[in-house]
């Protein structure tokens, strides 16, 4: 796979919005009615002509108000950013061209312009880690994912996962430079990918963000969920947590276990340490569910 494609994968495109990707075809949530969910909760007219979805063990309540128009979808590029000035914006529009036709040194240069006219601006810093990651620069790229992480503690993009995963790595839980040839397997195709990720699980059986991706590749419900409870056995990252637990309620909800899938997806989207995509993927599948 060539510097661009690499690099197109793993953050150098054009700023667009994105989400994880939680379920492929199959796994798709039909809309439906229901009569009861989370915690026996029923589905009740307030007062405004909301209905209930979910309430939680602390009394918090989630309403089809709450998820009504809710996409999914998370504009990274303009998270904390505020009044962007347009020089920075061009600036790292530069870069990330940069990036893409392989001068990583000009890309580090504009990105850190950027960043000094946009401090507050989490993008330029996401995208310097990531840059210092292609470089083969663990240490560098661990300190600015985690400046990342401070900037925007609940999520940017894949900072969470790449930080854990540079952290493990770091421990001696993984290879020197692994966490650089695990970003590279989202170029592949999918039959190639899921056999070095079956690879991966067999020898590094406590990497969760592995057995994330197994959960969408694998043939059938109950090796999804295999991988889907091996991934949550290894404490993982929050947004690796978050992706597991949406996928564990498509395959609830395929089975026909509304409730259950209501529960989790409830819990998610309401839990305040879950992450801002995975809430809003959450309460995107339980506006699928609750039609």
Known sequence: MGIRRFLQTRGYTPAVSRIVVVARGALVLAAIGLSACGRGQSVQEKATGARLVYRDAAGRELTTDDIRGVSGKVRWEVIGAGSIPEE????????????????LAQALNLLAEAHRLAPDWAYPVYDTAFTYLLQGDAARAEAFYAEVDRMEPRGFFTAKTSLDCLRRERAGGLFPGFCKAFASLE??????????????????????????????????????????????????????????????AFILHRRGDREGAIQILGELALDPRSTLSSELLAKAALAEVVG
């Open 187 to 248: 170029g592949m195709d999918e039959k190639a990918r899921k056999g070095l990720l079956e690879s991966i699980v067999e020898k590094y059986p406590a990497f969760p963000p592995a057995w994330k991706e197994l959960s969408t590749l694998r043939e059938d419900d109950e090796a999804r969920l295999q991988a889907i409870a091996r991934g949550l056995e290894h404490d993982p990252d929050p947004e690796t947590k978050g992706v597991l637990l949406i996928n564990r």
């Open 88 to 103: 920075a914006s061009c600036l790292h529009s530069e870069a990330r061209q940069a990036g893409g036709r392989g001068d």
